[in-house]
């Protein structure tokens, strides 16, 4: 009953708010959204908030966000390259991604930060943490595939040590963060879910606010 009046009062409100939202739809998924993400704080069943898409603000799902585990598939040589070769060839993190990589060998290369580069001498720095992704088969085919995005036969070295710049996998999880961060935000400042959160004694669901840009 307390779940039945809780959506019933979600309801109201969100039809009140139709005429705010710039179309049906995305007013019309909102209030599904609010609807699933709170609950009374009666130690209930959790629901589930599917995934949805609006305009007003950012979408979010229920699902907790789940970091891929590294993938036991075999090494797979780089396909042709459709990323644009950066002008700086010391960026590495622009590097890896002209490279096109995938499986290991692309969680190699982004896992590993550049010390510096001598010519066509690429040393490279990667965390001991990562030590069971560095074989002689994948170091000569990450040289390889770098030659080919810079048009040119390179070497390199790859050394497990602790590395004084990010390595391109840890930007990419700052960046999620970030967004995770935006998102959350804008669920808890959101007037309307305030109000709900005040009038039921209810919470956010914890980790059912993800972005899905």
Not at 138 to 150: D, H, N, V
Request: aromatic share 4%.
């Amino acid at each position: 009953p307390e779940d039945v009046q809780l959506y019933y009062q979600v309801g109201l409100i969100g039809r009140r708010d139709l005429p705010l939202a710039p179309d049906a739809r995305g007013g019309f998924e909102m209030v599904l959204l609010r609807m699933l993400a709170f609950r009374p704080d009666n130690g209930g069943a959790q629901p589930v908030v599917p995934a949805a898409k609006t305009p007003a603000r950012p979408a979010v799902t229920a699902t907790g966000a789940v970091s891929p585990a590294p993938t036991a598939s075999p090494d797979t040589a780089p396909a042709a390259s459709t990323a644009p070769v950066p002008a700086d060839p010391d960026d590495w993190e622009n590097l890896v991604n002209a490279m096109n990589l995938s499986g290991m060998l692309q969680q190699l290369a982004a896992n590993c930060a550049l010390v510096k580069r001598d010519g066509t001498h690429f040393q490279l720095s990667m965390s001991p943490n990562h030590k069971y992704l560095l074989n002689k088969s994948r170091e000569a085919a990450l040289a390889q595939a770098l030659g080919q995005a810079l048009g040119k036969a390179v070497t390199l070295d790859i050394a497990l040590e602790g590395a004084s710049t990010a390595t391109p996998a840890e930007r990419q999880q700052e960046r999620a963060d970030a967004r995770q961060s935006r998102a959350e935000a804008a669920i808890h400042n959101d007037p309307t879910v305030q109000a709900i959160v005040e009038a039921f004694d209810g919470q956010v669901k914890p980790g059912s606010v993800q972005p899905t840009d």
